[in-house]
């Protein structure tokens, strides 16, 4: 039993399906940048520095900071944006998306950053080229395409 009551299954769809509304993951996103019909601009909302270390393949660099002063001349306001950052531990894409959310965009935060990204195996960019490391097993299933979830 758990110390606090489960909500009720209204109350849970509810909720998840906000969740769900504010949120993506990196196995969603590589699909439909994989199928080529990305409804949606990438942002890629870490410092130069990051960037340059490697980024997802297709990715608009805007730094936080940035964001009010670019996000103009590189967004399309009617295109959806999906923002990243480094990974779970870091709240970097929560500020970009509510930077942008308050600028007038549609937004979701990528959960697990390019952290996740590059741990389920998925191609990195950098100015030598692109490159990808083997699926980490514990983020991703060894010899399957998908987790199938």
Same mark, same amino acid.
Request: glycine share 10%; proline share 7%.
């Given at each position: 039993?758990?110390?606090?009551?489960?909500?009720?299954?209204?109350?849970?769809?509810?909720?998840?399906?906000?969740r769900l509304a504010f949120h993506t993951d990196?196995?969603?996103?590589?699909?439909?940048?994989?199928?080529?019909?990305?409804?949606?601009?990438?942002?890629?909302?870490?410092?130069?520095?990051?960037?340059?270390?490697?980024? =997802?393949?297709?990715?608009?660099?805007? *730094?936080?900071? $940035?964001?009010?002063?670019? @996000? #103009?001349?590189? /967004?399309?306001?009617?295109?959806? =944006?999906?923002?990243?950052?480094?990974? *779970?531990?870091? $709240?970097?894409?929560?500020? @970009? #998306?509510?930077? /942008?959310?308050?600028?007038?965009?549609?937004?979701?935060?990528?959960?697990?950053?390019?952290?996740?990204?590059?741990?389920?195996?998925?191609?990195?960019?950098?100015?030598?080229?692109?490159?990808?490391?083997?699926?980490?097993?514990?983020?991703?299933?060894?010899?399957?395409?998908?987790?199938?979830?």
């Amino acid at each position: 039993m758990t110390i606090t009551a489960f909500a009720e299954p209204a109350d849970s769809a509810a909720y998840f399906a906000a969740r769900l509304a504010f949120h993506t993951d990196v196995a969603d996103v590589h699909a439909a940048l994989t199928a080529g019909h990305a409804e949606f601009t990438l942002v890629d909302s870490r410092s130069t520095a990051a960037w340059d270390q490697g980024h =997802v393949p297709g990715a608009v660099h805007m *730094p936080t900071a $940035d964001i009010p002063r670019l @996000a #103009a001349g590189q /967004l399309d306001p009617a295109v959806p =944006v999906v923002v990243y950052c480094w990974g *779970p531990g870091c $709240d970097g894409a929560t500020r @970009a #998306a509510l930077v /942008l959310a308050r600028l007038g965009y549609r937004v979701k935060e990528m959960l697990g950053g390019i952290e996740y990204w590059i741990r389920e195996g998925y191609e990195v960019e950098t100015w030598e080229g692109r490159s990808a490391r083997d699926p980490d097993p514990l983020t991703a299933p060894v010899g399957a395409a998908d987790c199938g979830c």
